[in-house]
Each structure stands twice: as structure tokens, then as C-alpha cells.
């Protein structure tokens, strides 16, 4: 990318290509080209074991492709000279398991990355994490441990600890596939009004309705490969490829 | 009576009845006055205080301070260079593990204690090093360092890789993660034994008496069997037990009590 700004660039935000990654003798993904644009809302779906999160988990190095490409702003972050670091600074990841630091309250686990990674003073981290807790709906839990908060409260939590690193980006891991059904909706709540407000979103999910209602594209990937993608109108109603009207029909379009 | 009633009170009376068999056995064979005598006697007990806390108490507590803190360094040190990705690193942390747990404690501070004068030059080391504090206290942080260094491993094993993830994904550095999200969870887990290294330490002490110790160096075990020998009689070993009894047990309960408190707040 030359010297302009990210707002008026016309690259994609994420660009992969021919991505290849294998675990051992399996190969869990055989050649992936995907991108998200800025502002965009990507989802994408698929069975267990198709490759989505090892995807996502791709576009912040938390691993490492054996081949292919991986653009964040038009530079390719496989180079061994990438600072990894500076990189996943601006990417938020959100995954299934929360993985709230169990040693802190809320409060301290939406600073500590502002006030480690981006210096903040403790003041200033303090009231940002107070603003995003609040705009998450939890401000009246912010001295909590994770262990007192509820699996969704818990999740929410941490959306707000991405966010306060102010990402271009936010990934989110199958954020909801560890909640109890009841806390589901709270979760999806913020993430929809993230993608309203214009963030630019990587969501791997298992939830239909909110690829239906809230995608700008649908990404349907099997056995490692991108079978089919587009807007979730086409994806979801009118499935072109025999592997993704199974899929749809199996998992009950719920 | 219900059945679990009429089985517990069986226990108890099966109890009772050994207690008394062996009551009546120790009444009939132990020389209870030449024990009062020898090792009970109040006015030696009672001589033996306060110097005993002044000194030899004091030097038992600062003996295990400078060995605990090198141990937990050195014990740290070599627990994450066996997690280290360089060859090199984890090498050299399993050598040193593997070597000063197997040697006895007490070879280990005859070694250093007499082996780094003799290779340094006595009048080279810092006069820190000269006295029993210096060179005692590092012959025992080596010992327990080596046991630490598997505690503290374990710890860092038992936090969940998703708290790794977690860290990395915000930018933060490898040194960070282990500083700032890392340890502090591992200590938690490892509160316990680590506590239980502490004690052993502590009694460990008594072991730096063969290095020789001048007036005014004398830990608890020494200042007993010193002061046992020169009045002939053993009571300065029952104060120095009491001591050690006044020293660990109050810890033991300390550390129960912050982890209960650390407890709930957590998992």
C-alpha cells in the first residue's frame, strides 16, 4: 500500500491467498482465498472440522500458515520480518472459551491491554474500560472476577477487552457456541450493534439467524476449501453446491 | 440407633481402647522422671529466653529469607528456561535441576561451602560471601532452587493456553504474557507446595552447622545441642523445638488463610 490512509483505501482490510495449513498428516486447509473489506461483516459457516476457525486464527498469526498469504492494511504478515506484535494490536479477537484473565476483575482485564501493549496511563485505560463495560451493559460489574459473572456476562467482558485496543478489525472464534441457549441473544446483541456501527467483522459462527440478518457476505467453507460465498441471501435461501444445501438442511437452518 | 450411628461409635470406642493399651504400655516402660529431668527442665528452659529468639531463632529466619528468595530465583529462572525454545537454555536448566536434587542437601553445602572459598580465593569473594549467610544461604537456595524450578513449571503448565492466546491477541509480548498473565496464575496454583518448600527449607537450616559457625551465627538446631552440651542437660533442644513449632505452624496457618481469601474471588 502506498502512503494513504486506511479510510481511503480501496485494498481489502484482510486479504488471504492460497492459504495452506496442515496439523501433522491432516491438511486442514488446501488453498484459501478470502478477504474482508473495510467496514465489511464476513461470516462464515460450515461443519466442525472444516477449517473455519484454523482460518480465522490465521489472520493474527495465533497460527502460522505453512503457505500462502495473509495481507492486514496490504502487507503480508507471514514476512519473518513482521512485527507479530504490531500487528495483532489491531486485530480484536473474541473466542469461544472467553479466556477472560482470571486473575483480574473486569475492570483490570480491559486495561491491561491498553496499559501494556499502548501505555496508556492508568487513569485514562480506566475510563475507557468504564465506557466500554458500559456500552456492553455490565458497568455495574466492573470489579467482578470472571468466575462471578455468567458465561454471557463473561463473553461480553471480554468483546469490551478487544475493543479497547480500538482494533481495525474484530475476529470472533465461535463466540457463542460455549453459552448456556438463554445467554446466546446478550452476546449476539453486541456484536450486532458492533457490526451497525460500521466495525469491520470476521465472525465464525454456528448461529444462522445472525448470518441471515446481520452478514454482508457468507462464507461457506468445507473440508478446507471456500465451497461457496455470497450475500447471505444467496448463500442461505438459493445454495448453489450440493455441499452446502446438506450442511443447510442439517443444521435445521436454525 | 441407625446403622451409621451404632458403626460410629465401634470407631470411636476401637479408638479409645488403643489409646488406653498404649497409654498404659508407655506408663509402665518410659522412665518419665529421667525424661522430666533431662529434657523438661523448666529452669533451663526458661534460661534458655529471649537469647534464643535474639539469636538463634533470628539467624534460622534469615538463613531461610536468603536461601527461599535465591531458591524462588533460581528455582524461576530455570523453570522458564526449560520452557525456552533454544536447546541450549533447557539443557543447562535440566542439568542443574537434575543435579541438585539428586545430591543429599548436606554434600551439596559441604561442596559449596568449602569448594568456592578454595576456588576463588577466600580473599576475593565480598565479605558477604565469607560469612555463613553468604555462602550457606546460596548452598541452600541451589537445593531448594532445584525443587522450585519443577513446582513453579508445574504452575506455569496448569494456567490454560487460552490465557496465552488471549494476551498474545492483544498485542502483548511473550515477557509480558508470562509477567503479567502467566505467573501470577501459576503462583496462585502453587501456594501450597511452595509453602511446603518454605518449611522444609527452614528446617534445612540446621544442615549449615557443618560449615562451622562463629558466636552470633547459631541457628536454632546449634544453639540446642551447643547449649545442651555445656550445661549437660538436653532441655535447650526442647526450646529449640518449641521455636521451630512457634515458627511453622503459625505459617502454615497464614497461608491458609490467603489462599482461602485468594480463593474467593476466583474459579
Redesign the interface.
Same mark, same amino acid.
Given at each position: 500500500m502506498t502512503d494513504g490512509q486506511a479510510e481511503t483505501s480501496t485494498a481489502p482490510t484482510v486479504e488471504i491467498r492460497n492459504l495452506h495449513k496442515r496439523f501433522g498428516a491432516h491438511e486442514v486447509l488446501r488453498g484459501i482465498d478470502f478477504h474482508v473489506n473495510d467496514r465489511e461483516v464476513v461470516v462464515v459457516i460450515g461443519p466442525s472440522g472444516s477449517g473455519k476457525s484454523t482460518l480465522l486464527r490465521c489472520v493474527?498469526l495465533?497460527e502460522t500458515p505453512d503457505q500462502g498469504q495473509v495481507m492486514i492494511d496490504g502487507t503480508d504478515i507471514c514476512q519473518a520480518d513482521t512485527d507479530v506484535?504490531?500487528v495483532?494490536?489491531k486485530? +480484536?479477537?473474541v @473466542?469461544q472459551?472467553f479466556?477472560? @484473565?482470571?486473575?483480574l476483575t473486569a475492570v483490570d482485564n480491559v486495561t491491561? +491491554?491498553p496499559r501494556?501493549?499502548l501505555k496508556c496511563s492508568k487513569i485514562e485505560a480506566e475510563q475507557t474500560a468504564q465506557a466500554l463495560l458500559d456500552r456492553v451493559g455490565l458497568a455495574e460489574h466492573a470489579n467482578k @472476577?470472571?468466575?462471578?459473572l455468567s458465561g454471557g456476562q463473561q463473553q461480553r467482558v471480554?468483546i469490551a477487552?478487544?475493543l479497547a485496543?480500538n482494533p481495525e478489525i474484530m475476529l470472533f472464534d465461535e463466540a457463542t457456541s460455549a453459552l448456556d441457549p438463554e445467554l446466546v441473544g446478550e452476546v449476539l446483541g453486541v456484536m450486532r450493534s458492533l457490526a451497525d456501527e460500521g466495525m469491520t467483522m470476521m465472525v465464525v459462527t454456528h448461529e444462522m439467524s445472525f448470518a441471515r440478518n446481520v452478514a454482508d457476505r457468507v462464507v461457506f467453507m468445507a473440508d478446507g476449501v471456500v465451497v461457496e460465498e455470497g450475500t447471505p441471501e444467496m448463500v442461505l435461501e438459493n445454495p448453489q453446491h450440493a455441499r452446502t444445501q446438506q450442511f443447510l438442511q442439517q443444521v435445521g437452518d436454525r | 440407633m441407625t446403622r451409621n450411628q451404632r458403626s460410629t461409635l465401634t470407631q470411636w470406642g476401637v479408638f479409645a481402647l488403643g489409646l488406653v493399651i498404649l497409654g498404659v504400655t508407655l506408663a509402665l516402660t518410659v522412665r518419665w522422671g529421667a525424661l522430666a529431668d533431662r529434657f523438661f527442665k523448666w529452669d533451663d528452659f526458661s534460661g534458655q529466653f529471649p537469647q534464643i529468639i535474639f539469636e538463634a531463632a533470628r539467624n534460622t529466619l534469615i538463613y531461610t529469607v536468603i536461601g527461599f528468595s535465591g531458591g524462588l530465583i533460581f528455582g524461576l529462572v530455570a523453570a522458564l528456561m526449560r520452557q525456552s525454545s533454544v536447546p541450549p537454555a533447557r539443557i543447562l536448566a535440566t542439568l542443574y535441576i537434575e543435579i541438585f536434587r539428586a545430591l543429599p542437601a548436606l554434600l551439596t553445602i559441604l561442596i559449596v561451602g568449602f569448594g568456592i572459598p578454595i576456588a576463588f580465593g577466600a580473599e576475593n569473594l565480598p565479605s558477604f560471601f565469607r560469612s555463613l549467610y553468604g555462602a550457606g544461604g546460596f548452598a541452600l537456595a541451589l537445593v531448594s532452587g532445584a525443587y522450585l524450578a519443577e513446582t513453579i513449571r508445574a504452575g506455569v503448565e496448569a494456567v490454560?493456553r487460552? %490465557?496465552v492466546?488471549?494476551?498474545?491477541?492483544?498485542?502483548?509480548?511473550t515477557t %509480558?504474557t508470562t509477567r503479567?498473565?502467566v505467573l501470577? %496464575?501459576a503462583f496462585?496454583v502453587i501456594l501450597p507446595p511452595l509453602t511446603n518448600e518454605l518449611v522444609l527449607l527452614l528446617k534445612d537450616t540446621s544442615l549449615l552447622a557443618v560449615l562451622g559457625v562463629a558466636i552470633g551465627e547459631r541457628e536454632l538446631t546449634t544453639w540446642g545441642r551447643t547449649f545442651s552440651n555445656s550445661i549437660g542437660n538436653y532441655t535447650p533442644l526442647t526450646a529449640a523445638a518449641v521455636c521451630y513449632l512457634a515458627i511453622t505452624v503459625p505459617l502454615s496457618q497464614l497461608v491458609k488463610y490467603v489462599e482461602k481469601r485468594t480463593k474467593a474471588? %476466583?474459579?
Open positions: 493474527n495465533l506484535n504490531e495483532r494490536r486485530i +480484536g479477537m @473466542f472459551q479466556n477472560l @484473565f482470571a486473575h491491561i +491491554g501494556k501493549v @472476577f470472571p468466575a462471578q471480554a477487552r478487544a485496543m | 490454560p487460552g %490465557q492466546e488471549a494476551a498474545r491477541s492483544l498485542g502483548m509480548t %509480558q503479567s498473565i501470577p %496464575q496462585r474471588g %476466583q474459579r
